[in-house]
């Protein structure tokens, strides 16, 4: 092994298939969150609303990102895919951050069942990153902008590291695209450190995105033309991720590598929003739906009932 210890691996692997289980659960279901019982049409919302398809790599950049700077005061975080909006809200739940602005967002079984049944649901969570959200100043369906925040943020403030998660889709905007001068035109011993992480899934919406259809030479030409140093990751390397993030690179800019809708029933782009339309209705979609969230194994992360349960939880959060 490298200087990441196979224990931190295992660390990050776990958060990562906690907060992709937390997605699925907030997209499809108001009850049996832990599945004690086989799924019903009960148990599934009347309205499907939200984004599934970027979710498991949003989790990916974050539980690796905080692994690294989770201890340090100064760091930042930017979402600009923020229509993924379940992965952010199941991050800031576990680590306790909801609790802190609801109350009822409490890291034990019933924080759990209010934040599964109020995501997308009227008076709760919205289905994209808003101002509700502790930390975000900006509505997340607009895509092309988090770049240039995450540079403006920086301005003045040489004791900040801000990484900012940039979609694949997202860099096609003439925004986001223009935002990448900043490098050239903002540097010196008053600006803060910025590390771009293109999220490199394949897919926007319903179309292939061009960036995925490159070749790797001449995405890495294209970035170097802006002058930073494109660092290549798998979403399924960890560790590979790790020694990136821990290496001193100069101006880097990390090209994460996950499918789109990682883990989900679906690939490409029928991930992008909800990739099982009918489970309320259709019984062979309510089974790939109840397989998919048994794929997680939440008996091994979650008891459901008693202290032991939240005991559990808060010793997993250390």
Known sequence: MSSVGIAEI????ERIRKCDYLCVAQLFLKDNFLLERS????????????HWGTCHGINVAYANLKS??????????????????????????????????????????????????????????????????????TEGGELGYALANAYGLSLGHPEKTTAVLIGDGE?????????????????GPSIGKVLPILHLNGYKISAPSIYARKSERELHELI???????????????????VALRDNIESPF?????????????????AHQIPLKNPKTDEDELRKLEEWLKSYHPEEMFISTGTEWVDRLRKALK
């Open 171 to 187: 860099l096609e905007t003439a925004t986001a695209l223009d935002s990448l001068n900043l490098r050239g035109l903002l540097s």
């Open 254 to 270: 990390y090209i994460m590598r996950t499918e789109k809708g990682q883990g989900g029933p679906n690939s490409h782009h029928e």
């Open 39 to 50: 799924l019903t049409y009960d148990d599934i919302k009347p309205r499907l609303l939200g």
């Open 10 to 13: 295992d660390k990050i692997n």
């Open 224 to 242: 170097r033309g802006f002058g930073f140093t494109p660092v290549e990751i798998s979403g399924d390397d960890t560790e590979a991720f790790q």
């Open 68 to 137: 690294v700077y989770g201890n340090n005061r100064e760091f930042r975080f930017i979402l600009g895919p923020g229509h993924g909006y379940p992965a952010l809200n199941a991050n800031l739940w576990l680590d306790g951050e909801l609790a802190k602005i609801d109350p009822k967002a409490t890291v034990n079984l019933d924080g759990l069942r209010y934040l599964c049944r109020q995501f997308s649901w009227p008076d709760g969570f919205p289905s994209h990153a808003s101002p509700l959200t502790p930390g975000v100043i």
